[in-house]
């Protein structure tokens, strides 16, 4: 019985704690109490609770704590052009997506903006994986302020715990491209694999959680030889700017990229039980500001002053292809998945995505949860669809031939 009290207490706690928190969400996120998750394995919460959170999760704290990104005092204009036609059904194709939000930007002119799931433009959904293409830029932005001096450079120049690990002989480029050969399980049905476990780790007195659990990996293949899908390793990045640059990720994205590329709404960035920017995953924001993230990088991350914010020639090398991934016309850059045609895109679990084209002026922002998990082969298939859709109907407007 006193057990029985114990978790009663808690989960009262939470409802409490909860209703606290009720009256400051806005209308996007009031459905969240309704289906409430009460612990962070967000790879194992039901649709209805990732409905509910990914709309609310930085308003929740006793789900996750989350840090400001601030928006500049000029948003970029994001005035309406004609309607996209598109020879598929807008309708039936954000059903099979689950789509929260789907925004198609050609020439710097609204083309197609839709909402589902109860959400809208004045929401923010969590971003999942995209973030780790912002990391990326922000690994630029470094390299041009200064603070990082090479790509070539070791992680543990850096970050020196990692000394003596399976990662004291990576480089940063190996880190941003997930070549370092250091074995790391991305499985997100499997509760035992290592993108389920690092954030539980107890570490190491006086080290981040997520140093102390990567020390602790073995290697799999020669640094450079292998590419393997590893969060861990872009949230290592993460810890190595902050370091580099002295000020929290949140801080240096609004100053470099949020301020610049005239956001409309502030963003947040979900931390770690440490504290820190979780940078393999979890900004949130609104999709119109997702869409002009792509827009910036349509411009070659340039800030107001027409300056870019990171070296020249380092954008054209992230987001063309540095390592093959096995799939045909595919490939992967600096944190971003890349296909031959000069397209570029970020992408995160449940269906998050923003697709660049900078041929056709091009940029599709959409937020998702898929109701086939996290990685939903079928609703993949059907987005990649959706891109090549919207490209022809740019060409037919443009009386060109796809492809050409």
């Not at 019985?1 to 808690?10: D, E, F, Q, S, W």
Request: net charge positive; hydrophobic share 40%.
């Amino acid at each position: 019985m006193k057990a029985k009290r114990i978790v009663l207490g808690t989960l009262g706690a939470l409802v409490v704690a909860g209703t606290a928190g009720w009256f400051s969400l806005d209308k996007d996120a009031r459905g969240a109490l309704a289906s409430l998750p009460t612990n962070r394995d967000v790879l194992f919460w039901t649709q209805p609770q990732r409905d509910a959170t990914f709309r609310a999760l930085d308003r929740l704290p006793f789900l996750a704590k989350a840090r400001p990104i601030a928006a500049g005092s000029q948003p970029l204009p994001l005035p309406p052009g004609a309607p996209l036609k598109l020879a598929l059904d807008v309708g039936a194709y954000m059903a099979g997506q689950r789509s929260a939000a789907l925004v198609v930007v050609h020439g710097g002119k609204l083309r197609l903006e839709r909402y589902g799931l109860d959400f809208s433009a004045a929401g923010r959904w969590t971003s999942w994986s995209v973030a780790k293409s912002m990391t990326s830029v922000l690994v630029g932005a470094a390299l041009h302020d200064g603070h990082i001096k090479s790509m070539d450079d070791k992680v543990s120049d850096y970050l020196p715990q990692m000394k003596g690990s399976a990662y004291d002989d990576v480089s940063i480029r190996q880190l941003l491209t997930m070549t370092s050969g250091v074995r790391w399980t991305e499985d997100y049905a499997d509760p035992n694999s290592d993108v389920a476990l690092f954030d539980k780790h107890k570490p190491a007195e006086g080290m981040e959680s997520l140093v102390s659990y990567l020390r602790g990996l073995p290697r799999a293949a020669p640094a450079g030889t292998r590419w393997n899908y590893s969060t861990g390793e872009t949230n290592l990045v993460g810890i190595l700017i902050a370091q580099a640059v002295g000020k929290p990720l949140s801080l240096y994205l609004s100053e470099k990229v949020w301020g610049p590329a005239g956001m409309e709404q502030p963003a947040t960035w979900i931390l770690s039980r440490t504290g820190r920017e979780i940078s393999g995953c979890c900004i949130q924001a609104a999709t119109r500001d997702y869409a002009r993230f792509g827009l910036f990088m349509l411009n070659g991350a340039r800030a107001g002053d027409g300056r870019s914010i990171v070296p020249e020639g380092w954008l054209a090398e992230a987001t063309t292809e540095r390592t093959g991934i096995g799939q045909p016309g595919r490939g992967y850059g600096y944190q971003w998945w890349t296909y031959t045609d000069g397209s570029f895109a970020a992408r995160g679990i449940f269906g998050q995505g923003i697709f660049i084209d900078p041929k056709r002026k091009l940029v599709v922002a959409s937020n998702a949860n898929w109701g086939g998990g996290a990685r939903d082969p079928a609703a993949d298939r059907a987005r990649e669809a959706f891109y090549r859709a919207v490209q022809k109907a740019v060409d037919e407007e443009a009386g060109a031939k796809p492809g050409d």
